[in-house]
């Protein structure tokens, strides 16, 4: 269990000296006793989800066949979907890994895999529309001009389009396709956009491209200049949020199901039955 009163006097000064991602201010904005036991605290995780290990396969996945793509060799769709396979019974560790919606087979989680692979191998061949510049490529930025709110993520590819512009792809392997409007105000692509300016220039056009590989569907964003400054804006009120955070209070929903901390963590009880809880809003990390 958690010194939780004890260890929250020293929270302040150690989360001051952080990196900072998106993801991590996520689970802030989501619940900040989450992020007190991933980030301040540190604790231990010794699982993950069936969504986590799933979204972090077909990720890998994908980073070799764009690998081989790279090279010139495009294997073919059975030979990766093989890897994927696998790789899968390899790995797959049912002590370490978690299934929470019980009801549901864990072959289905494997077939999601595998249909996720296939749409986007089905819609990129032969694989010449752009060309990969980067590959879990990880980013290292500041949002000012100090050095002061440093931030980081990795990026699953760079790429150039025909038409000269540099494109930012995500892999998604959630069900859920957000609507046109949520990705024009999403914010980790964007950062990642900030992140990437000094490497290629302010001025390069850029395409923010989201592939939600279960669905087949791919959507694209753009930003102004404006709504990068803004988001800067935004992002360093939220990191000055996270350091005058002393409290770190749990916020409990249906999402407790799928947390690491569910174990320890005491508001965990007062969450939403796990029978209700809809699917986590995204597979991947
Ligand atoms: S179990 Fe729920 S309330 Fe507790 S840390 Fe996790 S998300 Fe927050």
Not at 43 to 65: C, D, M, N, P, Q
Not at 146 to 171: K, N, P, Q, S
Not at 173 to 180: A, C, L, M, N, Y
Not at 223 to 228: D, I, K, S, V
Request: proline letters at 6%; a positive charge; glycine letters at 4%.
């Amino acid at each position: 269990m958690i010194r939780f009163e004890r260890a929250r006097a020293a929270a302040r000064v150690r989360v001051m000296s952080s990196v900072y991602s998106h993801s991590g201010l996520s689970s802030f904005e989501n619940c900040p006793r989450q992020f007190y036991f991933r980030y301040v605290e540190k604790v231990e995780v010794t699982s993950e989800s069936i969504e986590a290990f799933l979204g972090k396969l077909v990720h890998e996945v994908l980073e070799r066949l764009y690998r081989f793509v790279g090279e010139g060799k495009v294997p073919r769709l059975p030979r990766v979907l093989e890897r994927y396979e696998a790789w899968w019974h390899e790995r797959l560790d049912p002590a370490r890994v978690r299934v929470v919606r019980s009801e549901v087979p864990i072959d289905f989680y494997r077939e999601t895999g595998a249909r996720c692979l296939s749409n986007h191998y089905r819609s990129r061949y032969p694989f010449d529309a752009e060309e990969t510049l980067g590959l879990e490529e990880m980013v290292h930025f500041s949002l000012d001009e100090d050095g002061r709110y440093r931030m980081r993520g990795v990026i699953d590819r760079i790429a150039r389009a025909r038409d000269g512009t540099l494109e930012i792809h995500d892999f998604k392997t959630g069900r859920r396709v957000p609507s046109q409007e949520r990705l024009d105000q999403d914010r980790q692509l964007a950062l990642y956009q900030i992140g990437l300016s000094r490497r290629y220039g302010e001025a390069a056009p850029v395409r923010l491209v989201w592939h939600y590989l279960a669905a087949g569907v791919v959507r694209t964003s753009s930003r102004t200049p404006e709504a990068l400054q803004a988001l800067r804006e935004q992002t360093i009120r939220l990191i000055d949020r996270v350091e005058a955070e002393h409290e770190f209070e749990p916020r409990p929903s249906a999402l407790c199901a799928w947390c690491e901390f569910r174990e320890i963590c005491p508001a965990a009880r007062s969450a939403s039955p796990r029978a209700s809880a809809p699917a986590p809003p995204v597979l991947a990390p």
